[in-house]
């Protein structure tokens, strides 16, 4: 076993040698190149490991895992699993026997492959391109059942928002009950949150508070770019981000804040 484990160091240190005397690099060149093309392989679904092994089996046109790892400098049970995903990724091929020999699927098959599927991919781009500009960006609407989750959504848009908050509700007793610190969060952060509500109702912290009798729905709009409407009871409602929708209701609340 001494002799054998002898016999593949030499023989390891004789390929890497005739390397070095081919392409007349030093040990950190080597290094070097191995990583640039790593990287560039990494482009077409290799990792770091699989990329090596596959530039080495390259280099040596076969071998066993043992002499590809000490070629690749990477550990021998890394090259093990490398070995095994490059098969499945059909870039090695094995052939039986003990131990296992490995050879690189031919440049040119690899080549064709990486083409075709990059063509691929800008052909179903091109098939898309400007499509929703043709069409139109569609209103989505998000539907949420339930009143915690109607209350949860409620907090992530008011967490989530960066200028602006405004809501209408006859419910915040129940909201602030809910939310009050994220409404004192969103104020200390600089947001401007407007709360729209029916007289003698407590309020969470707020930059601005008005006043109004007959409210029936929640609403809410974020950033100018997010809308909710939700059920008097807050256990429905409807989201979307959709701006324009978003837009409409913010401009509906702002005719409802300023009335007298």
Known sequence: MCQYNVYVAVNATYYAMNIIDLLRLDIEDIEKEYTQIAAALGNIGLSNYESRIYVALILKSHGTAEDIAEL???????????????????????TGGRPTIYHPVPLEEIRARAMNDLNGIFNKLN????????????????????????????????????KTFVISSPKMHD??????????????????????????????????????????????????????????????????????????????????????
Do not use: Q, W
């Not at 990477?74 to 870039?91: C, D, G, N, V």
């Not at 400007?130 to 967490?159: D, F, M, N």
């Open 127 to 162: 098939t898309v391109k400007g499509l929703l500009s043709e069409r139109g960006t569609p209103e989505l609407v998000y539907t949420i059942h339930g009143k915690k989750k109607v209350l949860s959504k409620i907090g992530e848009l008011l967490e989530s928002s960066k």
């Open 175 to 260: 909201i602030r009950n809910e939310l009050s610190n994220r409404f004192k969060d969103a104020v200390k952060r600089g947001v401007r949150v407007t709360i729209i509500t029916v007289p003698s109702i407590k309020v969470p912290e707020a930059t601005e508070v008005f006043r109004r009798k007959s409210l029936i729905a929640t609403d809410v709009i974020s950033d100018s770019t997010r809308a909710m409407i939700a059920s008097d009871e807050l256990d429905l409602c409807g989201f979307s981000d959709n701006p324009l929708l978003a837009a409409h209701l913010e401009n509906f609340l702002y005719m409802v804040k300023e009335e007298n």
């Open 72 to 94: 690749a400098m990477i550990p021998r049970t890394s090259a093990y699993k490398a070995l095994l995903s490059l098969r499945e990724k059909k870039f090695v091929e094995e």
